[in-house]
């Protein structure tokens, strides 16, 4: 609703004047005013109360009251009046509006208002906070770590991070299987990366393929940001985020600590698309004094990197399909799927371990390290959990995978 652009002294002034020469007319003239330019002053003083009486009624304003009429007749003043409209509305802090409705008078002016609200987006500031507090237990910087002496420089080891789904809440006596939340989540992931690395081969080279769903969920709704789906979380979205931040930052030490050039790179998937673009940064900053620590920021959810007769390639899985992921890479890829002889493509997504070869390409899905939730557990959604490794010759090809089970 317009707010008025009088003052109220404007308003005193006008009704005043009114009250001191008889009509608008001499009023106005006694100013060098236009008569209406006087008369919507003084009507707006009745309306807010603040001309008593009413033109020698004895008639004033009741409390809580607006006059909407006055009417001067042979037989007297009539006034109508009506209960007077309350203070703007602020909104909830954190919200904003998703729609309204209005209902209005015949001269256009706001009766009733409905008002419908939705919690706000974060903004870039407060995302940047999170991320900000995540990293307070850590130096600005990674501190310098010395490369491995040994290392098979033909070998890249690629480490497949899908699907850790960290804030995921599961009750063991619903699931049937084990209990699940940060704390734990923090432990066995940890003990899990440390020692996948531990088993890995002494590359010189590796990936450290980030394939979607880090985060169980992307906002503090606890819901998926497309399907709106309702989620078993743990805790506050900022302490999820902290813990896969800090998880992440330990997991790239340790393979940094192993490996003389290390490639960082994080795909979303459908539970953390938002979020991912954060964690790119993240890990970006905190390597950004390390040449042997490169942090892909690229939004583009495929992965592809051609290690001499390899050609490797990644995405969640959510959208574009594993029947299709092979004449994909031959598309994006066309000189690097000439140049190679071998071709493997790792997603994640269904929690299962796949492989199929399709056209001479071999794509994986695979398992994720996480307990199921009650939805899952109630599906009878069954599969085992574990980490992988996979090591590529860059002459030989393929050269087996290392795995943790959970």
């Given at each position: ?193 440390r020692e996948i690395v531990e088993t890995s081969p002494p590359s010189a080279n590796a990936v450290i393929l980030g394939l979607g769903d880090l985060l169980h969920a992307d906002n503090s709704r606890n819901q998926t940001e497309r399907s709106g789906n309702v989620l078993d979380v ?110 493997h493509i790792h997603s994640g997504h269904i929690h299962h371990d796949t492989e199929r070869e399709i056209g001479g390409v071999k794509v994986y899905s695979h398992r994720a390290p996480v307990a199921q939730d009650a939805y899952h557990a109630a599906h009878g959604y069954l599969a ?23």
């Amino acid at each position: 609703m317009p707010t008025s652009p009088f003052s109220d002294a404007e308003c005193i002034q006008a009704a005043q004047l009114r009250s001191q020469y008889g009509t608008n007319k001499e009023a106005a003239d006694s100013i060098g005013k236009q008569w209406n330019w006087l008369d919507r002053r003084v009507k707006e003083a009745v309306k807010r109360g603040l001309a008593e009486p009413v033109f020698g009624s004895g008639i004033n304003v009741m409390d809580g009251f607006e006059v909407t009429r006055v009417n001067v007749g042979p037989r007297g003043t009539t006034v109508e009046q009506r209960p007077r409209r309350g203070a703007p509305v602020e909104l909830l802090k954190g919200h904003q509006i998703r729609e309204q409705s209005i209902l209005s008078d015949a001269e256009g002016r706001e009766v009733l208002k409905w008002s419908k609200t939705k919690e706000a987006e974060r903004s870039p500031e407060e995302t940047a906070q999170i991320i900000r507090v995540a990293f307070e237990n850590f130096t600005p910087a990674a501190p310098y770590i010395l490369p491995p002496k040994d290392n098979d420089d033909e070998r890249l080891t690629a480490y497949i991070l899908c699907d850790w789904h960290v804030g995921l809440f599961a009750y063991g006596k619903e699931t049937g299987g084990p209990d699940w939340d940060l704390s734990i989540a923090r432990k066995v992931l940890s003990e899990a990366m440390r020692e996948i690395v531990e088993t890995s081969p002494p590359s010189a080279n590796a990936v450290i393929l980030g394939l979607g769903d880090l985060l169980h969920a992307d906002n503090s709704r606890n819901q998926t940001e497309r399907s709106g789906n309702v989620l078993d979380v743990d805790t506050r979205y900022s302490k999820c985020l902290e813990t896969v931040c800090d998880l992440l930052v330990e997991t790239s030490e340790l393979i940094a600590a192993k490996h003389r050039h290390v490639e960082a790179t994080f795909k979303p998937g459908n539970h953390d698309e938002n979020s991912t673009s954060g964690i790119r940064q993240a890990l970006r900053m905190y390597w950004r004094n390390q040449d042997r620590m490169k942090v892909d920021t690229s939004p583009d959810p495929f992965y592809w990197r051609r290690f001499g007769v390899n050609l490797i390639g990644g995405t969640h899985g959510d959208k574009a399909k594993i029947p299709d992921l092979p004449l994909i890479m031959a598309n994006r890829r066309k000189d690097d799927w000439a140049a190679s002889s071998t071709r493997h493509i790792h997603s994640g997504h269904i929690h299962h371990d796949t492989e199929r070869e399709i056209g001479g390409v071999k794509v994986y899905s695979h398992r994720a390290p996480v307990a199921q939730d009650a939805y899952h557990a109630a599906h009878g959604y069954l599969a085992g959990r574990s980490i992988k490794s996979f090591t590529y010759h860059v002459e030989k090809g393929s050269r087996g995978h290392s795995e943790v089970e959970i």
